[in-house]
Structures are given as structure tokens and as C-alpha cells.
Nanobody, 118 residues
Framework: QVQLVESGGGLVQPGGSLRVSCTTS????????ISWYRQPPGKEREPVAI??????TYADSVKGRFAIFRDDAKNTAYLQMNSLKPEDTATYYC?????????????WGQGTQVTVSS
């Protein structure tokens, strides 16, 4: 059974930092590209960052503030968020897309809420 479990969300003041985690099970983690999406209140879900085969890509709105990285030994990916702004408030979702080998092609986590407010 594939599971992606996000954690680490919470309330943070503008300018603060937060790290969210995506812990996976049921997949060969190395065979998957991991990405973070977010869905602000009342808006569409949007991509934030992706890490695959050592390369990373970021949405323009988070470049220079967010960093995505993965620990393959722990089957876990992270999103380090710095200099947070109120507009970063959203539910953050982890997504795993298979890029090699066999297994489920695409899976999402349940999300973790990040609120940036004073």
C-alpha cells in the first residue's frame, strides 16, 4: 500500500521559516520524482517545486526562498520554506510520480496546512 504522509505544517509569522516533510512507504523511492504542490484557500492547486535525478525546479513565486531536497535513505522529501509571506498560506501536498522501474504511476499525500500570519 502506497502512502505519502506530509508533516511539519503549522502557523508561522511573516518572515519566518518552516520545513515540511513527505515520508513515503510502499514505493521504491529512488524511482520517483517528488514534487510539492500547494492550494491556497479558494484557489487552484499549483506546483511549487520538484526534485528528480538530482535536479530541482521551482515556481517563480518561491525561487530563492524555498528549497526542495530528498533523503533517499529515509524515503523522505522535504520542503524548506524561508522568508514566508502571507500569500504562502495554503495546504501543501506531496506528489510522487514514477520515472523508472515498476509501481504505481502517481500518488498524492493528504496535505499539511501552512498558515503565515501575524
Amino acid at each position: 500500500q502506497v502512502q505519502l504522509v506530509e508533516s511539519g505544517g503549522g502557523l508561522v509569522q511573516p518572515g519566518g521559516s518552516l520545513r515540511v516533510s513527505c515520508t513515503t512507504s510502499g514505493i521504491v523511492f529512488l524511482h520517483y520524482a517528488i514534487s510539492w504542490y500547494r492550494q491556497p484557500p479558494g484557489k487552484e492547486r499549483e506546483p511549487v517545486a520538484i526534485v528528480s535525478s538530482g535536479s530541482t525546479t521551482y515556481a517563480d513565486s518561491v525561487k530563492g526562498r524555498f528549497a526542495i531536497f530528498r533523503d533517499d535513505a529515509k524515503n523522505t522529501a522535504y520542503l524548506q520554506m524561508n522568508s514566508l509571506k502571507p500569500e504562502d498560506t495554503a495546504t501543501y501536498y506531496c506528489r510522487a510520480v514514477r520515472v523508472a522501474g515498476w509501481g504505481p504511476p502517481d500518488h498524492w499525500g493528504q496535505g499539511t496546512q501552512v498558515t503565515v500570519s501575524s
